[in-house]
């Protein structure tokens, strides 16, 4: 059975930082390509950035750039989003999903198989 689980929401003031965590299980690692997404209340889901952990290749759209890092622990076959330098406006639910990797890069969702159920973020000014 694939399994993504997000973790390291919360509660955080503006400027400051948060780290989250993608488990994932039931699948090659490497073979695919793993992205965050995140929903605001009333918008649409927006994709962040990617990581293709079979080359270590990493994705991100110019709103997070600088701010935010993705990386990929292969041997737990867990991703992360380092974020720092939050903004009120980066409050949103953050997903992590997988899709094989020729679409590394791609924040289609649906290109994305398999998605985990969301972690709150939300920054305070």
């Known amino acids: 059975e694939v399994q993504l689980v997000e973790s390291g929401g919360g509660l955080v003031q503006a400027g400051g930082s948060l780290r989250l965590s993608c488990e994932t299980s039931?699948?090659?690692?490497?073979?695919?390509?793993i992205a965050w997404f995140r929903q605001a209340p009333g918008k649409e889901r927006e994709g962040l950035s990617c990581?293709?952990?079979?080359?270590?290749?990493?994705y991100y759209v110019n709103s997070v750039k600088g701010r935010f890092t993705i990386s990929s622990d292969n041997a737990r076959n867990a991703v992360y989003l380092q974020m720092n330098s939050l903004k009120p406006e980066d409050t949103a639910v953050y997903y992590c999903?997988?899709?094989?990797?020729?679409?590394?890069?791609?924040?289609?969702?649906?290109?994305?198989?398999?998605w985990g159920q969301g972690t709150q973020v939300t920054v305070s000014s």
């Open positions: 039931g699948f090659t690692f490497e073979d695919y390509a």
């Open positions: 990581i293709t952990p079979g080359d270590g290749n990493k």
């Open positions: 999903a997988a899709t094989t990797q020729e679409y590394g890069g791609s924040y289609t969702d649906t290109l994305y198989d398999y």
